[in-house]
C-alpha cells in the first residue's frame, strides 16, 4: 500500500516497501549474477578475468524497472532481461560467462533471499524496540487494577499490566522462531534447469559452497526450487507478527468503546461528530492482520508446486509475498507508536471492576465459601446471590454476609486486589525476558 499517496502512510510501511522493491529485486539479481560468476571463477569453471568483468559491470549497472516490463511480458520471469543488460555490459570477451549455467529461477530466488535477509533485519529491530516500550507499559501498570474479560464478559480481577504482557510474550516468542526461520530461509538457490546441476559435471556441490561464501548465505541439502516450505514458513512468520499486533489492537479498540473508555487514543476524530475519537491505529492492526492471513494463506497454496518448476506458483509468491512484508512492518510501526501514546485510565478500570454490584468477585466469593461447605453448594449459593444483586442492586458481597453465616472476611474477599494470583509475578517475569533481550 506504499504506492497510494492516500493510504500509503496508514496501510503501507516505506522502509519495507523500499527493501522489496522492483529497485531492490533488481540489485539482488545483479548483485547474485556477480556473486555467481565469482564463484565459477573461484571453482575453475569460467575465467577469472571474465567473472572480474562481470562483477565490475553487475556493481555498476543501474537499470530501470521500467526496462524489464517488456521482457518480463514475453517470457514471465525478468531474469532473461536482465542477464541481457549485463551482457551487453560485460562486453564481447565477458558475455558469454554471464548466468553461465544456471537458471532464471537461481538468481530470483537467491535474490529473493537477499532481499528477505533485510527484511528480517528491520523487522527483528522493531520488535525488539516495541517489546522493550511494552514492558515499559506493562511495569507502569503492573498493579493498576482492571477487570478480566472472558467472551467479552467480566470475569476475574487483573491488571493492566498482565494484559500488556500477554502482548509481549508471543513477541518474544516470534524473535526466537526468527532464528529458526533464519536459518532454513537464508540459503542460496543453485540448481540448473530442473536442480541436478548439470552444465557444472562433478563441480556443483563445489560451486554452491563458494556461491553460499560469496553471498554469506547456506546451503540447502539440495536444489529447493519445486520445495517452498520455506517461503511459505516466511509468510506464516509474518502472518504471526500481524496477528499478534491484531490481538493486541482488538483488546485496545475494546477498551476505548465509550461504555467501557479504560483507556484513550489521540486523533481519529469523526467527520460529523465531534465527540468520538476513533481508534484508528487499533482498528489498522485488526486489518491488517486480517490481510497478512489471507496473504500467507496463498504462499500455503504456492506450497503445491508441479514437478520441478511451477510458473503458477511461483508467480502466486510474488503476489504474496512483499505485501505480507509490508503489512508486517506496518502492525510492529503502528504498534510501537499504540505503545508510546495510549492513555490508560486506571480510575475507569476500577469504576468498571465495581460495577455489576461487585459481581466480578464471584469467584473469590465461591472459593472463600468452599473452605466452610462443600464446593458445588458454595458456587449454587453465589449464583443465587449474583442473581439476586442484579434485581436489588446490593452488592454481591453484602448479600453473602446476610445470607450466610460463616467466618469469612468479606471485607478481604470482596477487594480486587486480593484475587490477582500471580499476575504481578507474571509481568515481571515477562519483563525480564524484555530486560535479557535488550541486554544482548
Known sequence: MTGSQIYGALLGDTEIADLVSD?????????????????????????????GV?????????????ELDGPTYQIGVPVVGLVARLRAAAGDDAADYVHWGATSQDIMDTALVLNMRAVLLVLEQRMGALAMRLAVLAREHGATLMAGRTRTQQAV????????AGWIAPLLRQLERLDEVRGRLLVVQLGGAAGTLAPFADKGAVLSAAFAAQLQLGQSAMPWHSQRDTIAELGAWLATITSILGKMGQDLALLAQSEV?????????????????????????????????????????AVVHAHERDGAAWTAEWLALPPLAEAAGAALRHGLTIAETVEVDPVRMRASLDMASGTVMAEAASFAL??????????????????ACAA?????????????????????????????????????????????????
Not at 560468476?37 to 578475468?49: E, F, L, M, T, Y
Not at 480481577?157 to 500488556?164: L, Q, Y
Not at 473508555?261 to 485488526?286: C, H, I
Not at 453448594?377 to 446471590?385: D, Q
Open 370 to 387: 468452599a473452605g466452610h461447605m462443600p464446593r458445588a453448594e458454595a458456587k449454587a449459593l453465589v449464583t443465587r446471590g449474583c442473581e
Open 261 to 301: 473508555a479504560e483507556v484513550r487514543f489521540a486523533g481519529g476524530a469523526s467527520s460529523t461528530m465531534p465527540q468520538k475519537a476513533n481508534p484508528v491505529l487499533a482498528e489498522v492492526l485488526v486489518a491488517l492482520a486480517r490481510h497478512g492471513t489471507g496473504l500467507s494463506g496463498t504462499l500455503q497454496h
Open 54 to 66: 562481470i562483477d565490475r559491470a553487475a556493481q555498476s549497472l543501474e537499470i530501470e524497472p521500467k
Open 392 to 440: 436489588s442492586g446490593q452488592t454481591l458481597i453484602e448479600w453473602l454476609r446476610d445470607a450466610v453465616d460463616v467466618d469469612v472476611d468479606w471485607e478481604v474477599v470482596g477487594d480486587p486486589a486480593n484475587w490477582l494470583g500471580t499476575a504481578e509475578e507474571t509481568v515481571e517475569r515477562v519483563c525480564a525476558r524484555v530486560d535479557q533481550l535488550a541486554g544482548s
Open 23 to 51: 529497485r531492490a529485486h533488481i540489485r539482488a539479481m545483479l548483485d547474485v549474477e556477480a556473486a555467481l560468476a565469482r564463484a565459477q571463477a573461484d571453482s575453475g569453471i569460467i575465467p577469472a578475468a571474465a567473472a
Open 157 to 164: 480481577p487483573t491488571t493492566f499490566g498482565a494484559k500488556v
